[in-house]
């Protein structure tokens, strides 16, 4: 049969239970070219401000409640209700209809999902790429066996698909307010054949045929061979009232529509559950759009400076958590670390390598400087500082220009909080350094000149200067 418009239309029978009775005379009317989201005259359904929508196994920004399929729900407390499908696919954590567990899977109710739609509300079936999913079956006995669900078993209807794997969208057959999601290509991997009324115990069938009024013709989408990618289903109620004169029928098409939309591509169920909401009923969701390409190219006024800005707090942000590992670091990752502190204030430390040699050296304007960096987890021993006395011995046939000092530069008691370390040099190793004039630089005071450098009351300060000014006269000079 062939609606006004040339749409193709299904005369289907079918009835249903509510309020404990059966309802006879309701019939369904299929257009595999239905639109969503409008009227009988093509207006938007929904008028309200504020609409409730339910997600079952799925969750998305902007939707009024979620649910997982194992959890209670109420369609008729909801406008718009979104059964995604795909989350059954997969998931380990359900099992089977019926199962003793209370993570059995909990289908929507056939009279529940009549309701939902004679009162101008909407279901919205979201389908993976395969009708059927593997989930356990868990009996009372606690026997465990894997029973085949077939993901759509639970509607009123009889639905056929068709093995059908392609990317083809014929472009004229898009709803406009589907657009946004079925463009030139959409992955399929079946198409919706036909769709007729439920048959079984549970859905009670009649003879008569019904009529169908109002419904949308406009395909959501088609494949170029004219194959239905996705569809909407209309139910149009019919009663005979019996008198004793004659009978009479009334007809009246519902408002609400039974949405079956497939899931493929790169698309996600939460994806086509806030673009329903948005498209088709105003509905803007909390969701994270994929940000624009065109975003690196545009630039707004003032963007520049704040960069630059930016840029710089970042560098000093980096030289800041650079100068902490001053505090805790030894070997070969405390002398490049002071190294590069030195650097930052200006000066550049020769660093040496191999055994038997000091770690680096400076050369200052009246003085040179000799360094040996250690970082350990108590106070320097004497046996640490009498190297310093090799060093010296060795610097004096070295051919430095000036007069020559050591330093010892530690990072001493490493475990311990900074402000709380005990004293960096043992006894004997003080009376040592006292006795020949050694200096002491604790990392503390070289991590707090670098940090200084880049404060807000920054002010310059060689290495030299550095040394000259933080480094311990142990004993006194």
Known sequence: MIDERGGEVYMLEW??????????????????????????????????????????????????????????YNLLDYEVVFANLCDLVGNSQVTAPGSAPSNAV????????SELVEAGN????????????????VSTSDDTEMREVDLLSWLPLDISLAA??????????????????????????????????ARGDEQPSFAEVFMSKGASEQALARTVAGATIACT???????????????????????GRIG??????????????????????????????????????????GEQAVQERLES????????QQAKELLWASGEKLETLVAWAFEELGSELVMTAGDGEWDAELAGEDRDYIFEITGQNDAIAIEKVRQLKDWEERAQTAGFDNEVQMVLVAATHREAVPGERPQPLTEAARDFCATHGYWYLDTRDLAAAVTHSV????????GEGLVAEHAWRVGGD
């Open 260 to 301: 079956l939309v497939p899931v493929a591509g790169d698309w996600t169920p939460s994806d086509v559950i806030a673009g329903t909401l948005e498209h088709q009923f105003g509905v803007t969701t909390e969701r994270d759009l994929t940000r624009p390409a065109w975003v690196e190219s545009v630039q707004l006024d």
């Open 164 to 197: 059908d794997s392609g990317e083809s969208v014929d472009s004229g057959s898009v709803a406009s307010d589907w657009e946004w999601y079925f463009g030139e290509s959409f992955q399929r991997a079946y198409t919706i054949e036909k769709v007729g009324p």
């Open 15 to 72: 009835g249903c239970w509510k309020d404990g009775l059966v309802v006879p005379l309701e019939g369904i009317c299929v257009s595999l070219g239905g639109g969503i989201g409008r009227g009988k005259g093509g207006d938007a359904v929904f008028g309200w401000c504020t609409m409730r929508s339910l997600v079952i196994g799925a969750d998305v920004g902007g939707a009024t409640a979620s649910r997982r399929w194992t959890e209670e």
């Open 106 to 113: 909990s289908f929507p109710d056939s009279g529940d999902i």
């Open 233 to 255: 289903v209309d139910m149009t109620p019919m009663r005979e009232t019996v008198t004793a004169v004659a009978s009479e029928s009334r007809e009246q098409l519902w408002d």
């Open 455 to 462: 404060s807000p009351e920054r002010r310059e300060l060689s």
């Open 313 to 320: 707090v970042y560098a000093d942000y980096e030289v800041v």
């Open 122 to 137: 909407w279901l919205f079936v979201l389908m993976p790429g395969q009708r059927t999913v593997d989930l356990r079956y």
